[in-house]
């Protein structure tokens, strides 16, 4: 299993930008999908996860409203919309996959995905 995150960069403060998680070496319509991100010195955090069917989505509290994820089976690839982006922002970000829940809508917690993409870094200037 491959999980290619991209998107990341350098964007100021009320900017924008998505992420992008392609992902191989598995049936990506089997899986929910979860981003993550660690900021220096911090712990992994939650974001956001989009289940197999992109009919249920879970958000950190900290980014909702100003974050969307969604995903496109076909293509094997879901992604992160970034809006309204501030400083604390700041951080690497993981896409992960973990085999899709029977209930309760996909999984918040880092230990749920066994696979991990390798991160892209965002970075929001104030």
């Known amino acids: 299993v491959q999980l290619q995150a991209s998107g990341g960069g350098l964007v100021q403060a009320g900017g924008s930008l998505r992420l992008s998680c392609a992902a191989s070496g598995l049936t990506f319509g089997n899986y929910d999908m979860g981003w993550f991100r660690q900021a220096p010195g911090k712990e992994r955090e939650f974001v956001a996860a989009?289940?197999?069917?992109?009919?249920?989505?879970n958000y950190a509290d900290s980014v909702k409203g100003r974050f969307a994820v969604s995903r496109d089976n076909a293509k094997g690839t879901d992604y992160l919309q970034m809006n309204s982006l501030i400083p604390e922002d700041t951080a690497v970000y993981y896409c992960?996959?973990?085999?899709?829940?029977?209930?309760?809508?996909?999984?918040?917690?880092?230990?749920?995905?066994?696979?991990w993409g390798q991160g892209t870094l965002v970075t929001v200037s104030s």
């Open positions: 989009i289940s197999w069917s992109g009919i249920s989505t």
């Open positions: 992960a996959a973990a085999w899709r829940a029977l209930h309760g809508g996909p999984q918040t917690k880092d230990s749920g995905y066994p696979y």
